[in-house]
């Protein structure tokens, strides 16, 4: 969206909040039951790799590394299942479509592995920015601690706005079929602080995963159920708030010649 002057206007974020409940309207029982399959599997990923982990570090046979693997790449691949497949029927809905189960169970090989590099791209960048934000802080602590607190300050402040620049990463890899480096590329593009109430809101959701994951081998396990099925809601609401912003961000309309288009007609 631009404004009369032709400067790039604020995200409306309350409107794309809207949206994104609207979208979760057109099929809320198909929503919550796909995020509660995909989010039962990402958890069992997570329990095995935990599992695997503390046996490796108690001294157990290899086998513990196989099982800490084996849940790695479980909860990976159940947790961009699940983004895809809500991504997907948000795209649908948003088109004031009712998409199915199938069509949000579907697997999309090629994007997943778009998603994969992208995973690894960003890794990489952030790993740089943090490995170039400690030398220099090193360097200029020898001066004074004060510049090296500075340093690692402003090393902070510039992954939150690299991450933030990447908010909208899932639908330019899904929907728009871009590789890793171009994804990355069109997001950077972009003014990176109209975005932070969309990042903000991912963050929260990703952070609620993480504490109902801690959560279920304790005494305070009723709380992660309660976090859990605010998350069947939350999930799929956040994923149709991103397409959304996106379509107005980037431009990309849901429906065309009066019919939804789906991901496997790219």
């Not at 699940?82 to 009712?98: E, H, P, T, Y």
């Amino acid at each position: 969206m631009t404004t009369a002057g032709g400067s790039m206007a604020p995200l409306a974020i309350g409107s794309c909040l809207r949206r994104g409940w609207r979208a979760f309207g057109q099929a809320p029982l198909r929503f919550m039951g796909f995020t509660l399959l995909g989010g039962v599997l990402n958890l069992i990923g997570q329990l095995a790799q935990n599992r695997g982990s503390d046996g490796l570090q108690q001294g157990g046979p290899a086998g513990y590394l196989f099982l800490a693997l084996a849940g790695l790449a479980a909860g990976g691949a159940s947790n961009i299942w699940l983004n895809v497949g809500l991504l997907r029927g948000n795209r649908i809905a948003l088109a004031a479509g009712q998409p199915s189960f199938a069509e949000l169970a579907r697997w999309e090989g090629a994007a997943v592995l778009r998603l994969l590099g992208m995973a690894v791209l960003m890794l990489l960048v952030n790993a740089l920015v943090l490995i170039t934000c400690g030398l220099v802080a090193g360097v200029l602590s020898l001066l004074t601690p004060v510049l090296g607190m500075l340093a690692l300050v402003l090393g902070g402040a510039a992954l939150l706005i690299l991450n933030a620049s990447q908010v909208f990463q899932l639908p330019l890899l899904v929907v728009e079929g871009l590789g890793p480096v171009r994804a990355f590329q069109r997001g950077w593009s972009r003014k990176t602080r109209r975005w932070a109430p969309l990042y903000l809101l991912t963050l929260a959701l990703h952070g609620l995963q993480v504490v109902m994951v801690l959560l279920v081998p304790t005494p305070f396990a009723a709380l992660a159920v309660l976090l859990a099925v605010g998350l069947l809601i939350g999930w799929p609401v956040m994923i149709g708030t991103l397409m959304a912003g996106y379509s107005d961000l980037f431009g990309q309309g849901f429906v065309q010649g009066g019919i939804t288009r789906t991901l496997s007609e790219r």
